[in-house]
């Protein structure tokens, strides 16, 4: 029923042309009393149910001993004021208000209990991007998986999403641009996913885009460690204040994310950090499949009346 090609849409005649089961009064009021003490537990557990990055958040500002509340206070701020000199104080000299915003002045107080170092130390052997895809190089029936950022934008490598490549494709591809097992892939353009980072566990012969980077850690950073870092406000803010174009096309670099911070601790406080972080994910997903049980039976019910002579 849905027309439209830039501006999906439906039509008050095709709407109202639909069929509505209308099941007896009785049944109706006895779904409706169901449906109601369904959507009101619903409605508790979504209000619970927070995201990674917030679980992650509480958990690195708690170890780290910094808070965000200052940075929330700041962030609603749509009037400020900056002297001139601030605006050279960057590296590149940036003269767009909104990189200049005082939601990024608490950064260097977060950082202010954090062992930390440049991600340049880190890194090895160096950050790259990935590889340029033309449509004749997919094919639905290939093994191989091509990882952009709509791919990781739920900060985890989602290949039921991906796209899949032609044999010839990886190939060629797969030695310089070929996952392995505790790559880093981070998107690295495009409002809504560019900072977005996941870990790739997976054995699957994958291709990550010329839209994302691969980074891999020195003996330095446990590779859960730094993931879990890349998806916390103390990364993300860096990302937001250094990024780089204009509107949904913001972007940022290879040679910008060598001169980001990252969290530097000994490896056994990391290996504390990541076992803390696991526990909490874990009673997050917990969380998270009762909200889809409990949408799931809401739709079983509506569909259970439906049947009912």
């Avoid at 009021?29 to 209000?47: D, F, G, M, P």
């Avoid at 009037?79 to 990024?104: A, Q």
């Avoid at 911070?261 to 490896?267: F, L, V």
Wanted: some cysteine.
């Amino acid at each position: 029923m849905m027309g439209g090609k830039q501006h999906p849409r439906i039509r008050q005649e095709d709407l109202n042309r639909l069929r509505i089961p209308v099941p007896s009064l009785n049944i109706q009021q006895t779904v409706a009393k169901q449906l109601e003490e369904l959507e009101q537990k619903l409605i508790e557990k979504q209000r619970s149910l927070s995201s990674r990055p917030k679980v992650i958040d509480a958990i690195f500002a708690d170890e780290f001993n910094y808070t965000l509340n200052d940075y929330r206070a700041k962030a609603g701020n749509f009037t400020y004021e900056r002297s001139i000199d601030e605006f050279g104080r960057s590296l590149d000299l940036r003269g767009g208000v909104r990189f200049h915003h005082p939601k990024f002045d608490p950064l260097d107080t977060m950082f202010t209990n954090v062992e930390r170092c440049l991600f340049r130390e880190v890194i090895i052997p160096f950050v790259r991007l990935g590889a340029t895809i033309h449509p004749e190089d997919y094919d639905e029936d290939g093994e191989a998986y091509y990882i952009s950022p709509a791919v990781i934008k739920t900060y985890t490598c989602d290949l039921n999403s991906a796209q899949t490549l032609t044999d010839s494709y990886y190939k060629s591809n797969s030695q310089q641009f070929g996952l392995r097992e505790n790559d880093l892939v981070i998107a690295r353009s495009g409002e809504g996913t560019i900072g977005k980072a996941a870990l790739f566990t997976d054995d699957s012969p994958c291709i990550y885009s010329d839209f994302t980077m691969r980074v891999r850690f020195n003996q330095r950073i446990l590779p859960e460690f730094g993931y879990y870092f890349c998806c916390s406000k103390l990364f993300h803010l860096q990302v937001e204040k250094l990024k780089r174009g204009m509107g949904n096309m913001t972007n940022f670099f290879p040679g910008q994310l060598l001169r980001f911070w990252i969290a530097c601790p000994s490896p056994e406080r990391q290996k504390d950090i990541v076992e803390r972080v696991r526990i909490a994910l874990d009673e997050f997903d917990a969380q998270r499949d009762e909200v889809e049980r409990l949408r799931n039976e809401i739709d079983a019910v509506v569909l259970r009346s439906l049947m009912v002579d």
